[in-house]
């Protein structure tokens, strides 16, 4: 199928030559003669690549593109400027507009052509990448959905039956062993759906940009006090307490607490989830360059390069191998937290041997 380019342009010879040499490469050209026509042209034939004059009557090509961002149809066709000026300014402006590239008049029409091909490759392999992105993150819905709600519900109803049928004949030991099952996985249900309704909560906090500044006014205060709490308590509920070395600077910081605590518990818990009991949870922290950096390293199943650069909600790894008790949305709800408060998550893994996850996050100034 064609590619369907639009060609915006109030003089009339330099928009029919634009037209003639585009079709003779096999393109499906569609024109405009002045701002107003081209948007309503984009916006009826959805042209794969837009090409526009700056200087237009009535509606200048700067316009043009702010208009066509407005639209979901339109705001990500790749745009590329024509320009009699060769004014550093007049190009800048179009750019920080959002236009992928600029050709200034007069203009070779083999340097047009290869910007044109140039700029619908690139948008092509982008929405590869996009797509790519989206079927694996459907499929790994699909898989781990029905398995991290199915599973504990199945045990909960399993056992709540049992104990329904078999109530006079289960002793009160055995009996207290099902209610503790039953309430385990119960919790695991709800932590599953915290965690989503948390997400969802972060990534509305990240495009308000208002509500990101309020929340880097916040504080937490002996952040290494906090750390040693959340580790005790947590540490005992994993049957782990054994198994933590602890070494930590003290530090106040410029996060909010409720954040900088869901960030520890869940870097925590992955290290509890993919490691064996007895082999020891490392969590240290230093300040450096304005920075709290806290580092906490387990050494179980570690992570491979490319598992590491797709961290992202609900994407889980190696889920026909190992049973994963989590949805993978703790990382994410971290890497989303670093980002609101000007922080940073970085990690260093290596497949069974070890995994360090760092969290660097902003000190108070008054310490810097």
């Known amino acids: 199928m064609k590619k369907k380019v639009l060609v915006i342009e109030d003089e009339e010879e330099i928009r029919k030559d634009i037209a003639k040499i585009l079709s003779i490469n096999g393109f499906e050209v569609f024109q405009a003669n002045n701002g107003k026509e081209g948007i309503n042209v984009a916006l009826t034939v959805i042209p794969n690549l837009i090409i526009c004059d700056i200087m237009m009557p009535e509606m200048d090509g700067l316009s043009v593109l702010q208009e066509l961002k407005k639209y979901p149809s339109t705001e990500l066709i790749p745009f590329i400027f024509l320009t009699a000026k060769s004014s550093r300014q007049d190009i800048r402006e179009g750019m920080n507009l959002g236009a992928d590239d600029y050709i200034t008049k007069p203009f070779d029409f083999d340097e047009l052509i290869a910007a044109v091909h140039k700029r619908i490759e690139k948008a092509e392999a982008t929405e590869k990448k996009f797509n790519s992105k989206y079927e694996m993150l ?21 056992l709540s039956d049992f104990l329904r049928k078999h109530y006079d004949q289960t002793s009160y030991n055995e009996a207290r062993s099902i209610l503790q099952n039953i309430n385990e996985s119960a919790k695991r249900i709800q932590r599953l759906f915290e965690n989503y309704l948390f997400f969802s909560k972060l990534q509305l906090i990240i495009s308000n940009p208002d509500e990101v500044a309020k929340l880097r006014q916040k504080k937490t205060p002996l952040a290494d006090f906090l750390i040693r709490d959340i580790v005790v308590y947590s540490a005992g509920n994993a049957g782990r307490s054994n198994d933590i070395e602890l070494d930590l600077e003290e530090a106040n910081l410029a996060v909010p607490e409720d954040l900088f605590m869901k960030t520890i518990e869940e870097i925590l818990d992955n290290a509890y989830k993919f490691s064996e009991r007895g082999k020891p949870i490392k969590i240290n922290s230093n300040i450096s360059n304005d920075y709290y950096f806290i580092h906490i390293t387990d050494f179980g199943r570690g992570m491979t390069l490319e598992q590491i650069s797709s961290i992202a909600p609900y994407i889980q790894f190696e889920r026909d191998i190992y049973e ?5 949305l703790g990382l994410a709800i971290v890497k989303a937290i670093a980002k609101i408060v000007g922080g940073e998550i970085l990690i260093k893994s290596q497949p069974n041997v070890y995994t360090t996850v760092t969290i660097k996050f902003p000190i108070l100034k008054s310490e810097k």
């Open 138 to 158: 459907a499929n790994s819905l699909r898989s781990y959905m029905p398995h991290e709600v199915r599973t504990p519900l199945n045990i909960i109803l399993g």
């Open 324 to 328: 994963q008790q989590g949805s993978g």
